[in-house]
């Protein structure tokens, strides 16, 4: 079965650090780019950034509010992605999934159609 | 604010048909054939239900169908079933950092 479990949420306080990791089993990890994206408490999707595989040159991109405080990074040898938040504000309070695309055929669908998703993990920032 | 438009809600009775829009700009929606579905139930999350502007993922029902004319996307649901109540949101690849924005979101209730 094709799953990512997310792991790592809490409370923190606004300026602290948070890493999330995001563990993948049932495909092919090291081939995927996989992606962040959060949904602040009844409100909507919101894109947080993304990591290529190590085979298409392993970059990331960020969303401008994140940029500069959070750090996507994977470790293929584990299945496991991480996020590492700093500087985390209020506005960062979120339910954060991770989340992948497909191939069909020669065409990837990375950046454009996430069809695996994890369940989540409760980010809380407050003082 | 969300970087595309979708209405808050809609909605509509068993057995009809409704649309929901999504609007956005030539640098996302009407730049590419990249626009995607996902329907969310209250404390799951989202799953894929189009992309690339009009492909269904196998498995969802033919019911649901996408299309596009300039910047706006829309989503159709024909046969309107009490499950199909949920969040709806629309996403388009963007030309700019941010490379995907997502819509705002529409809340769904079959009456």
């Known amino acids: 079965e094709v799953q990512l479990v997310e792991s790592g949420g809490g409370l923190v306080k606004p300026g602290g650090s948070l890493r999330l990791s995001c563990a993948a089993s049932?495909?092919?990890?090291?081939?995927?780019?996989i992606t962040w994206v959060r949904q602040a408490p009844g409100k909507g999707l919101e894109w947080v950034g993304r990591i290529k595989s190590k085979s298409d040159g392993g970059t990331t991109d960020y969303a401008a509010p994140v940029k500069g405080r959070f750090t996507i990074s994977r470790d293929d040898s584990k299945n496991t992605l991480y996020l590492q938040m700093n500087s985390l504000e209020t506005e960062d309070t979120a339910l954060y999934y991770c989340?992948?695309?497909?191939?069909?055929?020669?065409?990837?669908?990375?950046?454009?159609?996430?069809?695996?998703w994890g369940q989540g993990t409760m980010v809380t920032v407050f003082s | 604010q969300s970087a595309l438009t979708q209405p808050a809600s809609v909605s509509g009775s068993p057995g009809q048909s409704i649309t929901i829009s999504c609007t956005g700009t030539?640098?996302?929606?009407?730049?590419?054939?990249?626009v995607s579905w996902y329907q969310q139930h209250p404390g799951k999350a989202p799953k894929l239900m189009i992309y690339e502007v009009t492909t269904r993922p196998s498995g969802v029902p033919d019911r649901f169908s996408g299309s596009k004319s300039g910047n706006t996307a829309s989503l159709t649901i024909s046969g309107l079933q009490a499950e199909d109540e949920a969040d709806y949101y629309c996403?388009?690849?963007?030309?700019?950092?941010?490379?995907?924005?997502f819509g705002g979101g529409t809340q769904l209730t079959v009456l």
């Open positions: 049932g495909f092919t990890f090291s081939n995927a780019w």
């Open positions: 989340t992948t695309g497909f191939c069909s055929g020669v065409t990837c669908h990375y950046d454009d159609a996430f069809d695996v």
């Open positions: 030539s640098s996302d929606v009407g730049g590419y054939n990249y």
């Open positions: 996403s388009s690849y963007t030309r700019s950092t941010t490379l995907v924005v």
